[in-house]
């Protein structure tokens, strides 16, 4: 039986597809909808509270209102509440499958996580790992968008982040969402490059806030590195899922991470880096690292709701825009 199935972050997609399945990033779902403060309001009418994280919050929303009846959730590698989300779900009638990333990254303990989850949804591992092969053709084609943003200046950061960040479930049609890759890319190879525009990367969650790569634009600014939504597209070859899943950097722990950024500020030559942070999320005390061993200046942002770039952030954005061109 073919299911619509949600997920709270990054999981192995290829076996859902290869199960028949519609995988949906719920994150996705909620963020792009039409209001999605809606979702967070349906969420704390149901007794979440005030000073939880909106991500969690505009998840429970969006698979209540959408009439998700199977959820995986990644209990471990992700988000510290994704446990009592798990618990509120399962109480309102969701099927609910756990996935959790190792800590100390095991291969063998993946190994196991991939594969129970395949049972689970009808399917094997090989069959996946075919999967695998589709997708990484796609990955390849945002790959070079990802390219032509940093090495070539043609792509904008804003550009740069969805087609990354879409990578996590392809949009729920690997088929469509190729070749709309494919027809931005023929369209943004022929454009004029762009080398006026400050380099900078945007470290951390993407942003619940709307419009910020565009007003760093503005600024005279570009987002040429865009650390998470890049790992969405799981970047670097591997052989097989449990390679891949393991060099994927988010779920791990943020040195590994770190040891990505420093790599890849140094190959794009960003001049700052933009960290990210969620209100009430516990990957705000990794801002703490990344200042310390970083050696980039570093502007740290934070957001709670979705909305539009507030000016009290638009302010403090043009003073570090300022000092980096000082």
């Known amino acids: 039986m073919t299911l619509r199935v949600g997920f709270t972050t990054t999981i192995p997609v290829e076996i859902l597809f290869a199960g028949g399945h519609s995988p949906v990033d719920l994150n996705n779902r909620f963020i792009t909808a039409r209001a999605p403060l809606e979702y967070i309001r349906a969420a704390e009418s149901d007794g ?11 998840i429970y929303g969006i698979a209540r209102k959408g009439r998700f009846r199977d959820v995986i959730a990644v209990t471990q590698g992700d988000c510290s509440f994704t446990q009592a989300l798990m618990e509120v779900l399962s109480y309102r009638g969701v099927r609910v499958s756990p996935f959790a990333f190792p800590f100390d990254r095991d291969p063998d303990l993946l190994s196991i996580e991939i594969r129970k989850m395949a049972g689970r949804f009808g399917t094997d591992v090989a069959r996946a790992e075919s999967w695998k092969k589709r997708l990484d053709a796609i990955r390849g084609v945002v790959h070079e968008i990802d390219r032509l943003t940093w090495e070539e200046g043609k792509v904008t950061g804003e550009e740069n982040h969805l087609w990354l960040v879409n990578c996590s479930d392809f949009e729920g049609d690997p088929e469509t969402y190729g070749r709309r890759a494919r027809a931005f890319l023929a369209k943004a190879r022929s454009r004029a490059a762009r080398k006026d525009l400050l380099p900078l990367a945007f470290v ?6 709307s419009g910020l790569h565009a007003f760093f634009e503005e600024s005279g600014a570009r987002f ?11 970047p670097g ?6 390679g891949q899943y393991l060099r994927y950097t ?14 890849e500020a140094s190959r794009r030559r960003v001049r700052g880096i933009v960290h990210y942070v969620q209100s009430f999320c516990f990957r705000q005390i990794e801002d703490i690292l990344l200042r310390e ?25 043009q003073a570090f825009l300022e000092m980096l061109g000082g």
Request: net charge neutral; glycine share 6%.
């Open 48 to 58: 979440f509270p005030r000073n939880s994280c909106s991500w969690v919050k505009g």
């Open 204 to 209: 951390g969650v993407p942003p619940i806030l």
């Open 224 to 234: 040429v590195f865009n650390e998470v939504q890049r790992q969405f597209a799981m």
């Open 237 to 242: 070859p591997s052989e097989n899922l449990t």
């Open 250 to 263: 988010y779920p791990y722990s943020f040195f590994q991470r770190l040891s990505d950024i420093r790599e």
């Open 293 to 317: 061993e970083i050696g980039l200046p570093v502007l740290t942002l934070e957001a709670d709701m979705p909305g539009p770039v507030d000016g009290r952030t638009k302010i403090r954005i």
